[in-house]
């Protein structure tokens, strides 16, 4: 089988010859290095010989609209307006994924890194102010979420249209249990949620579904459960559900994960030996049909590629027994 061709099946829950796995982790968070990033990306897939590619956001965290920086009260946000495809937020995002996608000449899927909505609002914001201004004028901020998603619809058309993704890595967060109920977030943030990921599911057939837990609190993962995408990842050693349980949790859909990114997880700290044995009884839990193996969510990114070239060969030599 190409890489490609692993993928999609393992996507499909058919048979695949080997399991395919896939790993990252930021190269530059708070800027765009240009080539250099599109560079990286392709060093750390060769490096490592992985199944597919996530192209990192990394610059473009926080959505930029300068109106953001006149919101003085929770009414202000009714009065945001999208930046539009042409905007330098979204074409130089096109661009790198364009020249991860060209660099790969077709041998795997490439899927870009797309925030929800809010977070994209939190990150240009702070939290603090977010969370004020959706308790004094929720209908204030979800104008403001609705705004977001068109500039992030279109972001996603570009990328899959005109860069050539197969598909986006949906990062979808701010559910933690601390936050809100499962019922004000159902009501609040899912509906912009599901009209980019349904939108994006009307480009591409192959999206991931990310139930980030960057905060280190367990969320209300249920909230997310009916969420349409092709695969599901989220972080095992967050939420206490493994890749088996999260695959029944999901309705049968494939998985991606079952590391933990951490420092102190067996992938960034242990031995060879500890990591071919994680890889290997990861493997013995979730089955071969519907699973690709990689982590929670990002990982550090100081990690020794060896340790991920350890994953690479045990699955190498497991795929013997299929």
């Given at each position: 089988m190409t890489k490609k061709e692993r993928l999609i099946h393992a996507f499909h829950n058919e048979p695949v010859d080997k399991i395919p796995m896939g790993f990252w982790y930021h190269f530059s968070p708070d800027e765009d290095l240009g080539q250099k990033t599109i560079d990286q990306h392709l060093t750390l897939y060769r490096d490592v010989d992985m199944d597919m590619i996530k192209v990192m956001c990394d610059g473009y965290f926080g959505y930029p609209n300068p109106y953001i920086q006149k919101v003085a009260c929770a009414k202000d946000w009714y009065g945001l307006t999208p930046l539009g495809e042409n905007n330098p937020f979204i074409t130089k995002q096109v661009e790198r994924a364009k020249g991860v996608v060209e660099g790969v000449h077709g041998e795997c899927c490439v899927f870009y890194n797309v925030f929800c909505p809010?977070?994209?609002?939190?990150?240009?914001?702070?939290?603090?102010?977010?969370?004020?201004?959706?308790?004094?004028?929720?209908?204030?901020?979800?104008?403001?979420?609705?705004?977001?998603?068109?500039?992030?619809?279109?972001?996603?058309?570009?990328?899959?249209?005109?860069?050539?993704?197969?598909?986006?890595?949906?990062?979808?967060?701010?559910?933690?249990?601390?936050?809100?109920?499962?019922?004000?977030?159902?009501?609040?943030?899912?509906?912009?949620?599901?009209?980019?990921?349904?939108?994006?599911?009307?480009?591409?057939?192959?999206?991931?579904?990310?139930?980030?837990?960057?905060?280190?609190?367990?969320?209300?993962?249920?909230?997310?459960?009916d969420y349409p995408a092709r695969a599901v990842n989220w972080a095992v050693y967050v939420e206490q559900m493994s890749l088996s349980e999260g695959k029944k949790f999901?309705?049968?859909?494939?998985?991606?994960?079952?590391?933990?990114?951490?420092?102190?997880?067996?992938?960034?700290?242990?031995?060879?030996?500890?990591?071919?044995?994680?890889?290997?009884?990861?493997?013995?839990?979730?089955?071969?049909?519907?699973?690709?193996?990689?982590?929670?969510?990002?990982?550090?990114?100081?990690?020794?590629?060896?340790?991920?070239?350890?994953v690479r060969r045990t699955l190498d030599k497991l795929a013997k027994n299929f």
């Open positions: 809010m977070s994209q609002m939190r990150f240009g914001t702070n939290e603090e102010l977010l969370m004020r201004h959706l308790r004094e004028d929720p209908d204030a901020v979800c104008h403001a979420f609705e705004v977001i998603a068109q500039d992030t619809m279109a972001l996603i058309r570009r990328l899959i249209m005109e860069a050539g993704c197969d598909g986006i890595y949906y990062c979808v967060q701010n559910a933690e249990k601390f936050r809100f109920t499962a019922e004000e977030y159902r009501r609040l943030v899912t509906p912009v949620e599901l009209k980019v990921l349904e939108y994006a599911n009307t480009l591409s057939d192959n999206n991931i579904l990310h139930c980030c837990g960057w905060a280190g609190d367990e969320n209300r993962i249920e909230v997310w459960q999901f309705g049968d859909r494939c998985v991606l994960g079952g590391f933990d990114n951490r420092r102190e997880g067996i992938l960034y700290s242990g031995s060879h030996e500890q990591i071919e044995a994680e890889t290997t009884r990861l493997v013995r839990e979730a089955g071969s049909r519907g699973v690709i193996l990689g982590t929670d969510c990002t990982l550090p990114s100081d990690i020794d590629h060896e340790r991920l070239r350890v």
